[in-house]
């Protein structure tokens, strides 16, 4: 069953946001006094926005839009590393699973939205995919229980968290430079509403570039859960609704062949998951 959608594009020079349909996107924005998306979330109105757009034809054609990132200026995007059971064992350094969450802030213009261009930038040509979940918060939180922890998330979407792997080793501490470059990774290509439990707890997650599967694996096999992560999270930060967690990459990622394959101008890259669908980008790259 195709699930209820909810985009934020742009067409003739204008920001709007609609529900997705496979004939085309009705839009909500003129039918609602909601800013963005942010604001339908802030009041818990994303299955209404959702159930009157289902009751309209399409405005425009898909064809039409450009598709942007489906929450405007979040005020945090939480990143995840090392969360899949076999991505900490690609490390080859012995370790056991990790006690506590790895994590890493990112920047909104760091991604773009569904079928725009990774950008390969020209400080390096070690540019990587990381096919991830994403989960959106809707109801603000601090100290939250893992048994109520779920409530907290509004929708769920996608993301290829694009990393330039020689730049997060820049430095001893840190990986902010090498997942901070512009429009580096993408976001999308809607926001899915969170119904329950059963909707996310073992999506499968799968990226292909050019059509060959790199990573292909189960939420339900994620070491540190949703309800764990929104718990710890928000025992350092308040997390308020739009806010975006980037949950973590399954094995397969470029850096991790022999001899590695890094993504070059003219590869498509296609992240899918079960009752999401798939984020779709191409690479180009900066202009000089």
Same mark, same amino acid.
């Given at each position: 069953m195709t699930p209820l959608r909810l985009a934020t594009y742009h067409i003739s020079g204008i920001a709007k946001y609609g529900f997705v349909t496979d004939r085309g996107i009705v839009d909500l924005s003129a039918r609602f006094d909601y800013p963005t998306l942010r604001e339908a979330i802030e009041v818990g109105a994303l299955m209404k926005l959702a159930e009157e757009g289902a009751r309209h034809s399409p405005d425009h054609a898909l064809a039409d839009i450009n598709w942007l990132t489906p929450i405007p200026a979040p005020e945090k995007i939480i990143c995840i590393g090392v969360n899949y059971p076999d991505r900490n064992a690609e490390y080859k350094d012995g370790s056991d699973a990790p006690k506590y969450p790895s994590m890493f802030m990112r920047t909104p213009r760091s991604f773009v939205g569904h079928n725009v261009p990774? !950008?390969?930038?020209? =400080?390096?040509?070690?540019?990587?995919?990381?096919?991830? /979940?994403?989960? !959106?918060?809707?109801? =603000?939180?601090?100290?939250?229980?893992?048994?109520?922890? /779920?409530?907290?998330i509004a929708a769920i979407t996608l993301c290829n968290e694009g990393t330039l792997r020689d730049w997060v080793r820049h430095a001893k501490f840190n990986v902010t430079q090498g997942k901070n470059f512009d429009s580096s990774g993408s976001l999308g290509p809607w926001l899915v509403p969170y119904t329950d439990q059963a909707q996310i707890a073992d999506i499968r997650l799968a990226t292909r570039v050019n059509g060959e599967t790199r990573q292909d694996d189960r939420t339900g096999r994620l070491i540190f859960g949703f309800r764990y992560l929104l718990h710890y999270i928000s025992t350092f930060t308040t997390l308020v609704p739009g806010d975006i967690i980037v949950t973590g990459t399954p094995t397969g990622a470029g850096a991790r062949f022999d001899p590695p394959r890094y993504l070059k101008p003219g590869d498509v890259i296609e992240v899918e998951a079960e009752g999401i669908g798939i984020l779709r980008n191409g690479v180009v790259d900066e202009a000089p």
């Open positions: 990774l !950008v390969r930038p020209r =400080a390096s040509q070690q540019l990587d995919y990381e096919g991830e /979940l994403v989960i !959106v918060i809707g109801k =603000a939180g601090r100290h939250i229980p893992e048994d109520t922890a /779920l409530d907290h």
